[in-house]
Nanobody, 121 residues
Framework: QVQVVESGGGLVQPAGSLRLSCLAS????????MGWYLQARGKQREAVAV???????HYLDSVKGRVTTSRDNPKNTVYLQMDSLKPEDTAVYYC???????????????WGQGTQVTVSS
């Protein structure tokens, strides 16, 4: 069973950049699709970016062009590079390990504890 831990959150000024990391422990990290979700105060959690086991990426429309996710399988780590940050990006960001199911869809095997990103001057 994989476990994930996020890091890299903090306070950043508008238009600034931040890189989040998600370190996975356990085995077979390379078979997991890894997702980044955000949850702003008072709102539902939503997917920001996903990177599949073979490196395909998908992004929330509102972050396209500003956010890039990547993975380093030998290091069991996935990254979320966020540029041109806006105050509305303020949220808790979560990493999740997603296992593809034979019947379709994914099982969300492990969520991290989240890391706070605050964009403010």
């Amino acid at each position: 069973q994989v476990q994930v831990v996020e890091s890299g959150g903090g306070l950043v000024q508008p238009a600034g950049s931040l890189r989040l990391s998600c370190l996975a422990s356990g085995t077979h990290f390379n078979i997991y699709t890894m997702g980044w979700y955000l949850q702003a105060r008072g709102k539902q959690r939503e997917a920001v970016a996903v990177i599949t086991d073979d490196g395909k990426t998908h992004y929330l429309d509102s972050v396209k062009g500003r956010v890039t996710t990547s993975r380093d399988n030998p290091k069991n780590t996935v990254y979320l590079q966020m540029d041109s940050l806006k105050p509305e990006d303020t949220a808790v960001y979560y990493c999740v390990a997603m296992r593809r199911l034979e019947e379709g869809g994914y099982a969300f095997d492990s969520w991290g504890q989240g890391t706070q990103v605050t964009v403010s001057s």
